[in-house]
T-cell receptor
């Protein structure tokens, strides 16, 4: 059973650019959540996808968007990058919607210059 | 406004002694609480959880206590081991079945001293 993987591990972008981060869920997991972890902070919920539909969203602007594919892998897209978007982006998968135990990937560290 | 607060950014404990990590919350609707552990360059790993119908949950060396009237929970690690050195996040949710988001605290960095 493979764990949650994310790519790329690190990324540097400039302000105004767009970025796509990818997540491969743990085998059999149909729910994926994305989190942003700024330096010195805990993870902040961005949104969750369940069976390819958005299923809950945190306080993030619409320029943060996502996709979940039929194989339950997922993407996080951020448009018009701002300096404050620099953070560690984590995805977490769970077996069922509403299951408490989420399995996190190692994250993608994004730096916006 | 922080709904989940971990007021100690760091904690140092001698190996073999008890580590106590504290967490306070403000939202009385929270009914499920989790602790995650995070090593550098890795994602958080689920450690232990407790629902609001209980006041204690134990799993090996890890015990979580919940005091609903005080809106306080704590994680006890006994005995502390070098591998316990990590950042610990407290998290809470109002109703997982309603797909409410999980709210994390800022974390406490635990150092286990030899």
């Amino acid at each position: 059973e493979t764990g949650v993987t994310q790519s790329p591990t690190h990324l540097i972008k400039t302000r105004g650019q767009q970025v796509t981060l990818r997540c491969s869920s743990q085998s059999g997991h149909n729910t994926v959540s994305w989190y942003q972890q700024a330096l010195g902070q805990g993870p902040q919920f961005i949104f969750q996808y369940y069976r390819e539909e958005e299923n809950g969203r945190g306080n993030f602007p619409p320029r943060f968007s996502g996709l979940q594919f039929p194989n339950y892998s997922s993407e996080l897209n951020v448009n018009a990058l701002e300096l404050d978007d620099s953070a560690l982006y984590l995805c977490a998968s769970s077996l069922l919607r509403g299951e408490e135990t989420q399995y996190f990937g190692p994250g993608t560290r994004l730096l916006v210059l | 406004d922080q709904q989940v607060k971990q007021n100690s950014p760091s904690l140092s404990v001698q190996e073999g002694r008890i580590s106590i990590l504290n967490c306070d919350y403000t939202n009385s609707m929270f009914d499920y609480f989790l602790w995650y552990k995070k090593y550098p360059a890795e994602g958080p790993t689920f450690l232990i959880s407790i629902s609001s119908i209980k006041d204690k949950n134990e799993d090996g060396r890890f015990t979580v206590f919940l005091n609903k009237s005080a809106k306080h929970l704590s994680l006890h690690i006994v005995p502390s081991q070098p591998g316990d050195s990590a950042v610990y996040f407290c998290a809470a949710s109002a109703d997982m079945n309603r797909d409410d988001k999980i709210i994390f605290g800022k974390g406490t960095r635990l150092h286990i001293l030899p």
